[in-house]
């Protein structure tokens, strides 16, 4: 099983700061990673795939980066809307996915 | 439009059975995998079984495997997830979602609570 470690657990932010959220793999897994986002409530939401492709309606101030055994999610300035929890996964193990413990993203 | 929706869950005592559906509309049903992930209250996300577009192939996490089936009917566009020997530890929200082609998922269903409690 390919373990995703995510961090930091919790980023306490202000509205228009830089977010960057990080997710660790046990394996490479040559760009095969998700980010998405998830509210109280509510199912998660594709943000990325592919390491660093948006999916349709995500918006340019989310964007993906890394290769190998890192990446990264930037949120270059944060909206009242972008305050979840966000997780990455993995399809490099397929059909064995996993998902990261989670980052929240929470208001400072 | 693209639509997703769980339904099934309950509250169930240890050992027992329960199935969930996941209905579907809005795509080409027979042209898309159909995931189903869970969510323990509080926690993270949890692989649970996947079919294939056809409904040919069928995997399942080892957490459930011999104990949880999952099947697709194309003809009602839906997709079944039985659950036996249910265990406390399976208590969670359960979401169903449509595979993009990549096995990554663009479509979930809100999500259907299972507890298993005495």
């Known amino acids: 099983e390919i373990v995703l470690t995510q961090s930091p657990a919790t980023l306490s932010l202000s509205p228009g700061e830089r977010a960057t959220l990080s997710c660790r793999a046990s394996?490479?897994?040559?760009?095969?990673l998700a980010w998405y986002q998830q509210k109280p409530g509510q199912p998660p939401r594709l943000l990325i795939y592919d390491a660093f492709k948006r999916a349709s309606g995500t918006p340019s101030r989310f964007s993906g980066s890394g290769s190998g055994t890192e990446y990264t999610l930037t949120i270059s300035s944060l909206e009242p809307e972008d305050f979840a929890v966000y997780y990455c996964?993995?399809?490099?193990?397929?059909?064995?996915?996993?998902f990261g413990g989670g980052t929240k993203v929470e208001i400072k | 439009e693209v639509q997703v929706l769980e339904s099934g869950g309950g509250l169930v005592q240890p050992g027992e059975s329960l199935t969930l559906s996941c209905a579907v509309s809005g795509f080409p049903f027979i042209n898309f995998a159909i995931t189903w992930f869970r969510q323990p209250p509080g926690k993270g996300l949890e692989w649970v079984s996947t079919v294939s577009a056809t409904g040919t192939k069928t995997y399942h996490a080892d957490s459930v495997q011999g104990r949880f089936t999952v099947s697709k009917d194309t003809s009602k566009n839906t997709v079944d997830l039985q659950m036996k020997s249910l265990r406390v530890e399976d208590t969670a929200v359960y979401y169903c979602?449509?595979?993009?082609?990549?096995?990554?998922?663009?479509?979930w269903g809100p999500g259907t609570l299972v507890t298993v409690s005495s």
């Open positions: 996964q993995q399809r490099a193990n397929w059909p064995r996915l996993t």
């Open positions: 979602a449509r595979d993009d082609g990549l096995s990554y998922f663009d479509f």
């Open positions: 394996e490479y897994l040559t760009n095969y």
